[in-house]
């Protein structure tokens, strides 16, 4: 497939179009029907959630938020291929694949209402926080790769990044050091074509991002990010690959940022409606779900009373989360050092002193 689909060649991997139907056989993953409607309910699923958390931000209930509309397919399929004991090292816009690693959205939910505690992720194993300063998680992602390497532990690293982010020192810094010691990290780059509001055409000189991977002597292609199947392949041989300390892939994930960058966004100053329209014939659930109905696994009816499950759910998660109640005074101070030096407790102090002043006012 590597060889194939080589960067140099300008050649997308892909295996269904549009409308769901295969038209590259040769590489269609051999998967069990149940595995393919779960991953799809999956998708489904964080979209709902993502939807959602829209909406709650509009009403003021949750703070600023990075949506994942459209790219779903991406960690839909990461998540079918990450064992428990491999690493994610994220950036802040795989929802499916937090999800998937033992993250719950009630802690997702926390980390956006700003608590620190969203972020302990209590019953998730190798996953490290969001991570906002951009790439920066790259670097991390290579040193934890260096470390299994060294070490010789059967765990391999998956990283994301946006298309942004490759203009960042870190993601080169990351890519050379990986390639060097040939750790095992697959490195996604979500190329949904705008780093916030900055073109992809003006991101960079070369012709796309995974032909960045010669530069670094490393394996490198570009997949149809909105088709499950063309990234669920394109991932598996990329995790056998480094497991087998053959050394880090570089995937190009091509996809579209349906949604604003963040609920701060204002996308229609920089985008036509146009664009929006072709990208969304494009949708990488309306092409699962295309491929599903076709072989008469899923239904439109079944469709509806699942949204309305899980909306049930959501919102139940999403209430607990409101009812948390307020972070310890102490919490704000405690975390820093192993043991509180005197000038951080005389700050505490002086902040209760100006709390209960306050409080006595009112």
């Known amino acids: ?17 549009n409308d769901g139907k295969i038209i590259n056989k040769k590489y269609m993953p051999e998967l069990s029907d149940e595995l393919i409607l779960k991953a799809y309910k999956d998708m489904l699923f964080a979209r709902t959630a993502d939807q959602m958390i829209v909406s709650y931000q509009r009403q003021g209930r949750i703070y600023t938020y990075p949506p994942n509309y459209g790219q779903e397919a991406i960690s ?99 890519l050379n050091f990986a390639g060097v010691w040939k750790a095992p990290v697959v490195f996604i780059v979500q190329n949904n074509q705008y780093g916030i509001s900055t073109p992809f055409r003006v991101q960079t000189a070369s012709d796309g991002i ?47 940022r349906k949604g604003a960058h963040t609920t701060s966004d204002d996308p229609t100053k920089y985008r ?7 990208w969304d014939a494009k949708d990488p659930l309306k092409r699962l779900k295309a491929y599903l109905t076709s072989k008469k696994l899923y239904s439109e009816k079944e469709e509806e009373k699942l949204i309305e499950e899980f909306k049930k759910e959501i919102d139940r998660q999403f209430v607990e989360a409101e009812n948390y109640g307020e972070v310890a005074l102490e919490d704000v101070f405690k975390y820093t050092y192993a043991d509180m030096p005197t000038d951080l407790r005389e700050q505490m102090i002086e902040h209760e002193k100006f709390l209960q002043w306050k409080n006595a006012r009112n």
Do not use: C
Not at 1 to 17: G, H, L, R
Not at 123 to 139: D, H, T
Not at 237 to 256: C, D, M, R, W
């Open 1 to 17: 497939m590597f060889k194939e689909y080589e960067p140099i060649n300008k050649k997308m991997f892909q295996i269904i179009d």
């Open 76 to 174: 839909g399929a990461v998540v079918q291929i990450m064992r428990d004991q491999d690493w994610l090292v994220p950036a802040f816009r795989e929802m499916g694949a937090y999800l998937a690693k033992g993250a719950s959205l009630k802690e997702i939910f926390l980390y956006f209402m700003g608590y620190e505690d969203g972020v302990n992720f209590k019953n998730a194993e190798n996953f490290l926080p969001y991570a906002v300063p951009i790439a920066s998680q790259l670097i991390h992602a290579a040193g934890i790769g260096y470390e299994i390497k060294y070490r010789k532990k059967d765990q391999v690293v998956f990283t994301f990044v946006g298309d942004g982010g490759t203009s960042e020192g870190d993601f080169h810094e990351a």
């Open 210 to 256: 995974a032909i960045k991977s010669y530069a670094y002597g490393i394996k490198g292609i570009q997949v149809d990010g909105n088709d499950f199947f063309a990234m669920y392949k394109a991932v598996k041989e990329s995790f056998e690959h480094a497991k087998a300390g053959e050394g880090p892939v570089l995937i190009e994930a091509v996809t579209y």
């Open 272 to 278: 036509t409606k146009e664009e929006e329209e072709s």
